[in-house]
């Protein structure tokens, strides 16, 4: 899963690559769903493409998990 994490983390990166990221960080939380900061992770990038219900679902995901301290992007 964390080969998925770090390339998603790359693409958010570049700029224009939400959608690579998004399905990057949606297989890391298939593999590894307890990871709370990958919920941040894929927060941001619906943040990015604009879809705010998601990012907050994903954000209350990881609140959930334990992740709170991680949230840096609402």
Do not use: C
């Not at 992770?41 to 209350?60: I, P, V, W």
């Amino acid at each position: 899963w964390q080969a998925f994490q770090y390339r998603g983390e790359l693409y958010l990166r570049q700029g224009d690559h939400q959608e690579a990221a998004l399905r990057d960080f949606s297989e890391a939380i298939r593999l590894a769903p307890g990871e709370p900061h990958l919920y941040v992770l894929r927060g941001n990038a619906y943040g990015l493409l604009g879809d705010e219900a998601s990012a907050r679902s994903d954000y209350a995901k990881a609140a959930e998990l334990g992740g709170e301290g991680q949230m840096t992007s609402e």
